[in-house]
Each structure stands twice: as structure tokens, then as C-alpha cells.
């Protein structure tokens, strides 16, 4: 029997798109505050982001492969130099443990909404079972992205177009127009950026499977174009629903309860994959940067970090998307600007890496 050969480029695009599919995202928590509150021309907004993931993907693709960079280290002192590498790196693990901490909140604040859990036993439920996926170390974590990536991907976009479209009323009549000023472009931007500074370490680490120009053009494209579609996809309902989801920690729990319990259920299989992948991955690219610097005992070190991840995670699932991510964000803007023009603009020579890499022959 003949076995079907995925490329690398759309191995790359799969694990691209779904870095972002976290609590923030699947919830609809984040598409509430950084699309939906500025109406119609929010739709734009989801655009500019894509095109932004598409871009900065492929560029730090081709700049990888051309510099003979293998890692985020090498990636940071290639771009920023030695002392602001290291600071930008710092600022990065940083985030990421605060990502970390927003996937207990949204563990929580699911099982409050869905269940009538108190938030801290969902949480440190949540907590627990990261730590057991830790002390397994990279192999199970890859392997569980590999298998769950394609239900999120195809479950939200599913699930968005059957909330929009079930809908009873003339849909497309009672999107909300209301806009301020260019202020939508400044938060779809800050959207992307706060999401690629968690991106750019993970496409540089995967950069060795680009081994042809067009895996890392397919890669970067089709990985920011899947999750274009799928923001829409998941926006549209938020749009009919924005007055009764407001103020909910997990919108679209209320969207999909509308609908039936089966269709709840499905949902909720889709979130609490997306709270646990991206729990996981980031606790893991912490711990994994902590041993690298001398705190040895991966189980002890995983240990401390979810325990302190669930003490942290009572700020609010709301509060860590409004306040936390915008401030990483506006970091994040510089950091696509530099990597964009290294990317597609400057031909320098190079800096502090040296490695024979060459793209192979097509």
C-alpha cells in the first residue's frame, strides 16, 4: 500500500497555525477584545494579524536556513546582538510563563462556566496533568500536538461556522459597524505580535525541516493563512452574540450552549485540547530554558513552576488577556519589524553564526 508523504511545508504550517490555538484564542476571550469590540472592520483586523503570522513566519524561515541558525538563542544574537538578544530572549521565557498561567486561569474559568467547578480545583486539575506530561519531556509533547492540532484546527472552524450560521435572524444585517479610528489596526497588530513572540522561538527550532525555499514560503503562508480562517470562522458568532458574551471569561461557551448539548460537548473537547497543548508546550520551553541554565531536576523544576502557575493563575483568565498580552505585544511590534527586514530586506553578511546549511536543490 502506497503511504501518503506530507510535505515538510505543511508540517510546518500545521504546527505553525496551531501554536496559537490557546485558551485565549479558542474561547473566544481574545477575538472579543482585540477584533470584535470594533465591529465589522474587525473582520480587516483578523486579516492584517494573518497577513503579519504569514510574513514574519516565512521570514524567520528564511532567515534560519540562510544564516545557518538552529535555535531562538542564535536567532536573537543574530538579530539584536549579544547584550539585547539575551533581553529580548529573557522578556520571551517570561511570556511564555505567562501564557502559562493564563491556560490554568482559562482551565479554571471553563470548569466554573461549564461545570460549576470551583475555579482552583479545575486549575490545579489542569496543573497536574502538565506536570505529568512534563516529566515525559519532549517526545510526548510533540506527539500530542502532531495528533491534536488537526481536531482544533477543523473543530473551531466547524464550530464558528455552525454557531454563525444557525443563527435565526438575516446574519450578515446585525454585524455591529462601530469602529474608533485607526485604533483597530494598532490592536490587530498588538494581537499579532504578542502571539509571535511565542512563534518566533518555535519556527526557529523547526527550521531544519525547511529544507527546500518553498517549505519555508509554505510553511509561513499557509500556516498564517489557516489561522486567518479560522479567526474569522470563530469571530463571526462572537459578532451576533457580542451583547450577551461580553462580559463571560469563555464566550462562546454561551454560543455553543445555544445550540444543543452534543454541540457543547464537542466544543469543550476542542478548548480543553487547546488549554492543554499550549499549557504544556510553554511550561515545557521554560523548564527546558531553566535546566539550560543550571536549575537541574526536570521533575523538581516542573514541580515549582506548576505550583506556581496555579497560585498565579487567580489574577483572572480576562484580566491576563486585557493587561498582560498588550504589554509583551507592543515588545513583539519591534521585534516583527527587525525580523520582516532581515527576512526580505537586508542581504548582509553574517554576524555571529556560521553553519554550512544550504537549502537543498528543488
Not at 470548569?111 to 470551583?118: I, K, V, Y
Request: proline share 2%; glycine share 12%.
Amino acid at each position: 500500500m502506497r503511504t501518503i508523504k506530507i510535505s515538510n511545508g505543511l508540517k510546518i504550517a500545521a504546527i505553525y497555525a496551531s501554536i496559537f490555538l490557546g485558551a485565549g484564542f479558542a474561547s473566544g476571550q481574545e477575538l472579543l477584545q482585540y477584533f470584535v469590540g470594533f465591529g465589522r472592520i474587525g473582520l480587516l483586523g483578523i486579516v492584517v494579524s494573518g497577513v503579519l503570522f504569514a510574513f514574519t513566519g516565512w521570514a524567520v524561515l528564511r532567515i534560519c536556513k540562510r544564516e545557518g541558525i538552529k535555535n531562538y538563542h542564535q536567532l536573537m544574537r543574530h538579530l539584536f546582538g549579544v547584550k539585547l538578544g539575551s533581553i529580548m530572549e529573557g522578556a520571551v521565557v517570561a511570556f511564555l510563563f505567562c501564557l502559562f498561567i493564563a491556560m490554568l486561569a482559562g482551565a479554571g474559568a471553563t470548569g466554573r462556566e461549564a461545570f460549576g467547578l470551583p475555579f482552583t480545583v479545575s486549575s490545579v486539575a489542569t496543573g497536574g496533568a502538565v506536570f505529568l506530561v512534563l516529566c515525559f519531556g519532549l517526545t510526548g509533547i510533540v506527539k500530542v500536538n502532531l495528533i491534536l492540532a488537526p481536531f482544533m484546527l477543523l473543530g473551531g472552524i466547524f464550530i464558528g461556522l455552525f454557531s454563525f450560521f444557525a443563527y435565526t435572524y438575516p446574519v450578515f444585517s446585525i454585524l455591529p459597524g462601530r469602529s474608533i479610528g485607526i485604533v483597530w489596526l494598532l490592536s490587530a497588530m498588538v494581537y499579532a505580535s504578542y502571539n509571535l513572540v511565542t512563534g518566533v522561538p518555535i519556527l526557529a527550532a523547526m527550521s531544519k525541516m525547511a529544507t527546500k525555499k518553498k517549505d519555508a514560503m509554505l510553511g509561513g503562508l499557509l500556516g498564517g493563512g489557516v489561522i486567518t480562517l479560522l479567526g474569522i470562522c470563530m469571530a463571526l458568532p462572537l459578532f451576533l452574540y457580542h451583547a450577551n458574551v461580553i462580559s463571560l471569561e469563555i464566550p462562546f461557551l454561551y454560543i455553543v450552549s445555544q445550540h444543543g448539548n452534543s454541540f457543547r460537548l464537542f466544543y469543550m473537547a476542542v478548548l480543553i485540547a487547546a488549554i492543554m497543548t499550549t499549557a504544556a508546550c510553554n511550561a515545557f520551553a521554560v523548564t527546558e530554558w531553566l535546566k539550560a541554565r543550571g536549575y537541574s531536576g526536570r521533575i523538581k523544576v516542573a514541580a515549582v513552576l506548576c505550583m506556581v502557575g496555579v497560585a498565579a493563575s487567580h489574577i483572572g483568565f480576562s484580566n491576563i488577556v486585557a493587561y498582560v498580552y498588550p504589554a509583551f505585544g507592543f515588545l513583539g511590534l519591534f521585534k516583527i519589524l527587525v525580523v520582516l527586514w532581515h527576512g526580505f530586506c537586508y542581504t548582509g553578511g553574517n554576524t555571529n553564526v556560521k553553519d554550512d546549511t544550504q537549502w537543498s536543490q528543488e
